[in-house]
């Protein structure tokens, strides 16, 4: 079983700043493959950004590339979403997760076996 925790989201001023972080339960933390979700009030869920077990690959949405950066700690097991000049369209619940296999997609929710309950960010314009 794995229990996922994020924390750092909150309200912020469009071109600001703010590191999101997961804290992860699971002892094996360095085999999984992490990611960032994002939904906004009535939308569906979309990927934000992914980073495989040694940080050597990672993959961001278009929409979010140049401007956030994931990295992971696998001894504190903890993944982070820095996110930087931020926008309105960023306000979103994010979301992280864990996926077990690397064969599947990596931008597709539904590929991932554990989540955590959320962050709210909210950029206001």
């Known amino acids: 079983q794995v229990q996922l925790v994020e924390s750092g989201g909150g309200l912020v001023q469009a071109g600001g700043s703010l590191r999101l972080s997961c804290a992860a339960s699971?002892?094996?933390?360095?085999?999984?493959?992490m990611g960032w979700f994002r939904q906004a009030p009535g939308k569906e869920r979309e990927f934000v950004a992914a980073i495989n077990w040694s940080g050597s690959t990672t993959d961001y949405a278009d929409s979010v590339k140049g401007r956030f950066t994931i990295s992971r700690d696998n001894a504190k097991t903890t993944v982070y979403l820095q996110m930087n000049s931020l926008k309105p369209e960023d306000t979103a619940v994010y979301y992280c997760?864990?996926?077990?296999?690397?064969?599947?997609?990596?931008?597709?929710?539904?590929?991932?076996?554990?989540w955590g309950q959320g962050t709210q960010v909210t950029v206001s314009s």
């Open positions: 699971a002892r094996t933390f360095w085999t999984y493959l």
């Open positions: 997760a864990a996926k077990r296999s690397y064969s599947t997609s990596r931008r597709t929710a539904n590929e991932y076996d554990y």
